[in-house]
């Protein structure tokens, strides 16, 4: 049996019955098994089966919850671990369960009580411990895996516009004029259109005070079950990750943080497989760069930097799609040949967010684009983000999806 391991936070309700339904399994498998064995060898008939059986019955109790405990602890991951729970719990829960076994029967608390309880490890319980062992390394581990490896519903981060949406930075195209009653509605609809596939959306906390949070993707970066909380290249919008931290690490992850002089934008990390492009432009410097790369490298995740000069972050200039090619309009790329597999796009803006192996998100005001994409066989579900591109958003800043 080869270690296993999970590439995904597990949600507490998740790991809480993963847990007692390891334990479950492990107690009601050895309490059979050494129940027959009994049985079986000392040629019993079948009316002596509940006597035996209640010989055990605390100790198994005893063993549920152990091996529970040691499950939503972590300890069932890996075989070897969960043989050493295995051997502990049964030895603490056979000398438990003779105790109260003891107690029960009336017998008097002489040293020769303690000196009967000892040895039923290596008489009566022996047998039970040995079984215990290998179940808890097997059956225990297998359920456990089994039940946290259940595909769960994908969440979405999504943050509500401030009120001061129309004051937010633009730095390569000119300031118009934003409709911020039409923001919220389109803001709405996107996080709608989320849900309708399946998402179920987290709402990070207003924060009225930084105009730009609702681009929530610039100030988080998950990689498995590590979140890293990045260092907004804006000083102004350095206050938008402060609800973040909290907010991962109740969702179960692992918390790692870009920390000054080094600065990192979310919009300038682009994931294709286990490759890691990361944009160096105006929001991202190289010293954030190589703590991401320090971050990320350990996890099994290669950084590539490449440079952004011509747009705001790396994905206002291209994405990938769910086969990993990456897409985008070239007058905007400083060079696609960095990238494996680029594909032109016909208009700029031509974001994707990829929401199952068959479909992406798209913007609707790219229609040529989003036919491009539809040729090649995948579903284009569109939403209308004209207010959010007037501040050089795009599909992807509005959401951070969690797998």
Not at 122 to 150: D, E, K, P
């Amino acid at each position: 049996m080869t270690a296993r391991t999970l590439n995904r936070p597990l949600p507490v309700a998740r790991r809480i019955a993963a847990a007692i339904l390891a334990g479950f399994v492990v107690a009601v498998v050895t309490h059979v098994t050494v129940v027959l064995v009994f049985f079986s060898v000392n040629g019993a008939t079948a009316a002596n089966i509940p006597a035996i059986s209640d010989y055990f019955t605390e100790t198994s109790l005893v063993l549920l919850v152990l091996v529970a405990v040691a499950a939503l602890l972590g300890l069932l991951r890996r075989w070897a671990i969960a043989a050493v729970v295995g051997l502990v719990a049964s030895i603490l829960a056979a000398l438990v369960g003779t105790t109260l076994g003891v107690l029960q029967s009336g017998a008097a608390w002489t040293p020769d009580a303690f000196v009967f309880i000892a040895s039923s490890l290596i008489a009566t319980n022996l047998l039970y411990l040995v079984v215990a062992t290998v179940a808890t390394a097997t059956v225990g581990v297998c359920v456990w895996f089994a039940v946290a490896s259940l595909p769960g519903r994908a969440k979405a981060l999504v943050r509500m516009p401030s009120a001061r949406l129309a004051e937010g930075q633009v730095t390569h195209i000119d300031r118009v004029a934003v409709d911020e009653e039409l923001a919220d509605t389109q803001w709405e609809a996107y996080v709608a259109a989320l849900e309708a596939e399946g998402f179920e959306t987290v709402e990070v906390g207003l924060s009225e005070d930084h105009p730009d949070s609702v681009f929530v993707e610039d100030a988080i970066v998950v990689f498995g079950g590590t979140a890293v909380i990045t260092s907004p290249g804006a000083e102004s919008r350095r206050g938008e990750t402060d609800a973040l931290r909290p907010l991962a690490r109740k969702l179960g992850y692992t918390v790692r943080e870009i920390e000054q002089p080094g600065t990192l934008d979310g919009g300038d990390v682009l994931k294709v497989g286990t490759t890691v492009y990361v944009g160096r432009g105006g929001r991202t410097n190289a010293e954030g760069i190589a703590q991401l790369r320090a971050i990320v490298a350990p996890l099994g995740y290669t950084v590539v930097a490449v440079p952004v000069t011509k747009v705001l972050h790396l994905k206002s200039a291209v994405t990938a799609l769910p086969d990993g090619t990456v897409v985008g309009f070239a007058k905007q790329v400083d060079n696609p040949a960095v990238f494996d597999h680029f594909l032109a796009l016909p208009e700029p803006g031509a974001a994707v967010v990829v929401l199952s192996e068959d479909s992406v998100l798209m913007a609707a005001s790219v229609p040529k684009s989003v036919a491009l994409i539809e040729s090649l066989g995948y579903r284009v579900v569109t939403v209308d983000v004209s207010e959010f591109e007037k501040l050089e958003g795009c599909v992807t800043c509005l959401s951070v999806r969690l797998r």
